[in-house]
């Protein structure tokens, strides 16, 4: 159940919003970051195995 | 014992289950902090009501972006003594995720600023003025960067940048008395102890430490993706060579 804030709520729950999406921002920008720099490095690997 | 931690397969070997062990336990601990925040601890009425609840955000996204910042001047000044080039990728690393965590403190201290003081930015605040040129120093570091021609080139001038911006840290951290702020003094880091009771002091000092946590986690997922993307790099550069 959500808690009740006499005033303020629009502010408060903004805050904590934002609060949450910007380090949830984060790690899907570092997590896609690492994954397409190790593609790319296994992809040059495989090219200069096979060639 | 830099020379120990410098080295880039000791780093990938601790960084492959530390990097989620961090994110894990700051994520954890990020989300007991903020239900703390929301459920737990008492409205006070003499810091405006509910409103006094943004502290266990705006809070320790400041100690962040400030954390932040002194993590890439130290990381700049490591490389740029000795070379390391984990300290460069750690330096790279670091800039933009401290740029995002300084946006959210200006973020998150604007909404506060509304309905506790009556505006959302005051020009002539020292505190707010400091931390938004330490924003842009984040930007020109990574926008410094991106301009150079190479790899050196850019370590070697973000590094400088990095340094010389290192003087905003205290000026930020001091600003409240050295200068006119409509911010309170400092209520946590006071050589008297923290001005604070237990109830909003302990779940404010977890925020900060799983945010902490959570950072140094998102920093090593950032320098294994420069440890591979490098590795690319050489990869690229022997089969140009022909070697």
């Given at each position: 159940?959500?808690?009740?804030?006499?005033?303020?709520?629009?502010?408060?729950?903004?805050?904590?919003?934002?609060?949450?999406?910007?380090?949830?921002?984060?790690?899907?920008?570092?997590?896609?970051?690492?994954?397409?720099?190790?593609?790319r490095l296994d992809r040059l690997q495989a090219e200069r195995e096979q060639g | 014992m830099i020379r120990a931690f410098a080295n880039p397969h000791r780093f990938m070997?601790?960084?492959r289950w530390l990097a989620p062990a961090c994110l894990a336990v700051g994520a954890l601990l990020m989300v007991w902090s903020a239900w703390q925040g929301l459920w737990v601890v008492p409205q006070d009425d003499y810091q405006g009501g509910d409103?006094?609840?943004?502290?266990?955000?705006?809070?320790?996204?400041?100690?962040?972006?400030?954390?932040?910042?002194?993590?890439l001047a130290a990381t700049s000044l490591i490389w740029f003594v000795w070379r390391?080039?984990?300290?460069?990728?750690?330096?790279?690393?670091?800039?933009?995720?401290?740029?995002?965590?300084?946006?959210?403190?200006?973020?998150?201290?604007?909404?506060w600023g509304k309905p506790t003081w009556g505006t959302w930015?005051?020009?002539?605040?020292?505190?707010?003025?400091?931390?938004?040129?330490?924003?842009?120093?984040?930007?020109?570091?990574?926008?410094?960067?991106?301009?150079?021609?190479?790899?050196?080139?850019?370590?070697?001038?973000?590094?400088?940048?990095?340094?010389?911006?290192?003087?905003?840290?205290?000026?930020?951290?001091?600003?409240?008395?050295?200068?006119?702020?409509?911010?309170?003094?400092?209520?946590?880091?006071r050589l008297d102890g923290p001005a604070m009771p237990p109830v909003y002091l302990t779940p404010l000092l977890i925020g900060g430490l799983a945010h902490m946590i959570f950072f140094a986690g998102l920093t090593m997922m950032l320098m294994r993706a420069e440890v591979w993307g490098r590795r690319g790099d050489v990869l690229i550069a022997r089969k140009l060579s022909g070697s």
């Amino acid at each position: 159940m959500l808690p009740v804030f006499e005033q303020n709520a629009g502010f408060i729950w903004t805050i904590y919003a934002i609060g949450a999406v910007v380090p949830a921002g984060l790690f899907v920008y570092a997590l896609i970051r690492a994954r397409m720099a190790k593609r790319r490095l296994d992809r040059l690997q495989a090219e200069r195995e096979q060639g | 014992m830099i020379r120990a931690f410098a080295n880039p397969h000791r780093f990938m070997a601790l960084s492959r289950w530390l990097a989620p062990a961090c994110l894990a336990v700051g994520a954890l601990l990020m989300v007991w902090s903020a239900w703390q925040g929301l459920w737990v601890v008492p409205q006070d009425d003499y810091q405006g009501g509910d409103i006094m609840r943004a502290m266990f955000i705006h809070v320790p996204s400041a100690w962040l972006a400030m954390a932040s910042y002194m993590g890439l001047a130290a990381t700049s000044l490591i490389w740029f003594v000795w070379r390391h080039e984990l300290a460069d990728m750690a330096a790279k690393s670091i800039a933009p995720l401290g740029a995002a965590y300084t946006a959210l403190c200006l973020a998150t201290g604007s909404i506060w600023g509304k309905p506790t003081w009556g505006t959302w930015w005051l020009w002539d605040d020292a505190r707010m003025m400091s931390v938004l040129v330490m924003f842009f120093l984040f930007l020109g570091y990574m926008a410094l960067r991106a301009a150079m021609e190479t790899r050196q080139k850019a370590a070697r001038a973000g590094a400088i940048l990095a340094m010389v911006g290192a003087v905003n840290v205290p000026l930020i951290k001091f600003s409240v008395d050295i200068w006119s702020s409509i911010h309170q003094d400092a209520s946590v880091l006071r050589l008297d102890g923290p001005a604070m009771p237990p109830v909003y002091l302990t779940p404010l000092l977890i925020g900060g430490l799983a945010h902490m946590i959570f950072f140094a986690g998102l920093t090593m997922m950032l320098m294994r993706a420069e440890v591979w993307g490098r590795r690319g790099d050489v990869l690229i550069a022997r089969k140009l060579s022909g070697s």
